[in-house]
C-alpha cells in the first residue's frame, strides 16, 4: 500500500528560510504509518507534486493558508479516483468546510485518529470524519526522514506541550489542542532532544507560563550539546532568574512578539511608558547572549496611518537584528474572526489569502490598500537593500540574522544552497505566470 502525503503550498512569506522549517505535523502522521506502507512525501514548498503517480490514499495538511491549494490538489486525485484525506490545523477549525473537498477527513490529532483511519482503509471502508475524543498519552517521535535529500535548515522542532488554557484573541491553539496544557514527561523530552539535529525550534510559546514544570526540562538542555530557538512574550524578561535557566539551557534565540502591547503605546493610545520598559526587557534578554527575534502586528483598531514608520523606529532603535511584520489576521473560529464577522469587516473568504501577508479585513483607521502598503513600508524600510529583493508574490527578505550558522555555512549546508533555490523558484514562477 502507498500513501502519498502532501504539504501543499503556502503561498508567500517575506523571510525565505521559514520556507526550509522542516514540519512537525506530517513528519507525526508519517510515524503513526504501520510500516508495511509506503509514505511518499511532497512538500510543495520546496517540490512539485507528480499527479501522473499512482497511491492507494494522498493525505494533506494544511493550515489556514494553504485551504484552497489543497482543495485543488485534492480535486485533482479525486477525479483520478484517489481518495483524499484532509488533516491539521484549518480542518480541526473548519471541518464541514474540508468536509465538502475529501472522501475524509481529520478533526483533531493525528495520534487519536489516523490508526483507525488506517485500518479503515485497509477495509476499503474510510468513514467521513474521524475526530480525535481524546487526546493520546503517547506523542510518536516524528519521521524527520522524510524531509531528508532535499534544502532544508539543519533544524527539528520540538513540541513540549499541547495545548493552551489562555484564550489569545487571534490564535487557533486552543480550538485544535484543547485548553489544558499537557506536557510531556521531562525523560521523553530529554530523550527525544538527543535524537535531533544540533539546532532546535521548540513550537510552544507558552511554555513559559508553566515555569515551574519547564525547570526540569531546561536545566537537563543545559547538559546537552544542542541549541534552541523558541517564542516567548515579552514579560519572559521581568524574571531575572528565569532568563539565566533559558541562557543555561542553550537558548540561542526567541521570537518575541511585542504586539499589541508595544502598537498601543506607539500610537499614543496608552502611555509611552510600556515602550520604555520594552526597551528595558529587550536588552535583559539579549544580555544573557539570547538574540531577539521581533514580531510586529499591524492593523489593530488602534493603529493609525503612522504605525509603520514609528515601527521600524522602535525596532532600529532597539537594534533588534530580526524583525517580522505581520498583518492582523482573524483566523476561523479565534475570537478576533468572530469579532470583526460581526462587525461586518471581514472583506474576503479567499483562504490564500490568511497568510498574514495580506489585508482579509477593514481596518479602523486607514483602508486596506494603506495597511497593505505600511506593511511593506516596514520589511523594506527595517532591512538593508541588499537583503530585499520585490518578486510578484510579495517582498523576499534573504536574511539570516538570527541563525546560529553563519552565512557562508548556512549557504554551504548539505545540498542547502536553499536561498539561490528559492528565488530560483520565484523567478521560475514569475516566467511560468508571463
Ligand atoms: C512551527 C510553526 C510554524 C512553522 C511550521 C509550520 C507548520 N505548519 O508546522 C513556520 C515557521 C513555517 C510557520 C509559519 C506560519 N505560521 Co505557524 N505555527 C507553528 C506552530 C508554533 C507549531 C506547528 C507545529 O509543528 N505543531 C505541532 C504539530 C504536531 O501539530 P499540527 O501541525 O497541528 O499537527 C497535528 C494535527 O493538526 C494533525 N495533523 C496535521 N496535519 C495532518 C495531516 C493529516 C493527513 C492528518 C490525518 C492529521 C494531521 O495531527 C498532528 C499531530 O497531532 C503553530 C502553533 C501550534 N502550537 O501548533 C503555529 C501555527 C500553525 N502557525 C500559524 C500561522 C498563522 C502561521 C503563518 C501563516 C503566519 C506567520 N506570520 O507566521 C506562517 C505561514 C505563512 C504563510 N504563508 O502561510 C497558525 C495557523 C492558524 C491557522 N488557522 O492556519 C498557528 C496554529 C499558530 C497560532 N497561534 O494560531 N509556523
Ligand atoms: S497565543 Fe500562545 S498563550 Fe495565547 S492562546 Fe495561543 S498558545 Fe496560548
Known amino acids: 500500500m502507498r500513501i502519498h502525503l502532501i504539504y501543499p503550498d503556502w503561498g508567500h512569506f517575506p523571510l525565505v528560510y521559514r520556507r526550509y522549517i522542516p514540519v512537525m505535523g506530517p513528519a507525526i502522521v508519517a510515524s503513526l504509518t504501520p510500516p508495511d506502507i509506503d509514505i511518499v512525501f511532497t512538500d510543495e514548498r520546496v517540490d512539485s507534486i507528480d499527479f501522473d503517480r499512482d497511491y492507494d490514499m494522498v493525505a494533506i495538511s494544511m493550515m489556514t493558508s494553504q485551504a484552497n491549494r489543497a482543495y485543488e ?74 524531509f531528508e535529500n532535499r534544502t532544508y535548515l539543519p533544524m527539528n522542532s520540538l513540541q513540549v506541550s499541547r495545548g493552551c488554557p489562555v484564550n489569545c484573541d487571534m490564535c487557533s491553539v486552543p480550538q485544535t489542542y484543547g485548553t489544558e496544557f ?27 507560563l508553566a515555569k515551574r514544570r519547564v525547570r526540569g526540562f531546561l536545566d537537563g538542555m543545559a547538559g546537552i550539546d544542542k541549541q534552541w530557538v523558541g517564542l516567548a512574550p515579552l514579560s519572559i524578561a521581568e524574571d531575572s532568574a528565569y532568563l539565566d535557566i ?20 506607539l500610537n499614543d493610545m496608552i502611555d509611552g511608558v510600556q515602550v520604555a520598559k520594552a526597551n528595558i526587557m529587550i536588552e535583559r534578554i539579549r544580555e544573557r547572549g ?31 537584528e530580526e524583525a517580522e511584520f505581520h498583518i492582523l489576521t482573524p483566523y476561523p473560529k479565534s475570537r478576533l474572526y468572530e469579532r470583526l464577522d460581526s462587525e461586518g469587516r471581514l472583506i474576503t473568504s479567499d483562504f490564500s489569502r490568511y497568510s498574514t501577508s495580506s489585508v482579509v479585513f477593514r481596518p479602523a483607521n486607514m483602508s486596506p490598500d ?20 520585490d518578486t510578484e508574490r510579495g517582498p523576499v527578505i534573504k536574511s539570516f540574522a538570527c541563525f546560529p550558522l553563519n552565512r557562508e555555512d548556512l549557504l554551504n549546508y548539505k545540498g542547502g544552497r536553499w536561498v539561490e533555490a528559492v528565488m530560483k523558484k520565484e523567478r521560475q514562477r514569475q516566467e511560468d505566470r508571463c
Request: overall charge negative; proline content about 5%.
Open 73 to 146: 490538489i485534492s480535486r485533482i486525485y479525486r477525479e483520478k479516483d484517489i481518495p483524499v484525506v484532509l488533516g491539521g490545523v484549518h480542518v480541526s477549525l473548519m471541518p464541514d468546510d474540508a468536509l465538502q473537498n475529501a472522501d475524509a477527513v481529520v478533526v483533531g490529532e493525528a495520534e487519536g485518529t489516523w490508526p483507525d483511519l488506517i485500518n479503515d482503509l485497509r477495509k476499503g471502508n474510510l468513514k467521513r470524519v474521524y475526530s480525535c475524543k481524546s487526546p493520546a498519552d503517547e506523542i510518536p517521535f516524528p519521521r524527520w526522514d522524510i
Open 182 to 208: 499537557r506536557m510531556t514527561g521531562t525523560e521523553r523530552l530529554l530523550e527525544d532532544v538527543k535524537r535531533l539535529e544540533r539546532y532546535i525550534f521548540i513550537i510552544n510559546d507558552n511554555m513559559h
Open 246 to 265: 533559558l541562557k543555561k539551557s542553550n537558548c540561542w534565540a526567541m521570537y518575541v512578539d511585542l504586539s499589541p502591547w508595544i502598537s498601543a503605546s
Open 290 to 320: 539570547i538574540k531577539v527575534i521581533a514580531s510586529f502586528v499591524f492593523g489593530f483598531d488602534h493603529d493609525r496611518k503612522d504605525i509603520f514608520e514609528k515601527t521600524v523606529r522602535f525596532a532600529k532603535d532597539n537594534n533588534i
Open 370 to 389: 494603506e495597511l497593505h502598503e505600511g506593511y511593506l513600508y516596514a520589511w523594506r524600510e527595517f532591512y538593508p537593500k541588499e537583503n530585499f529583493e
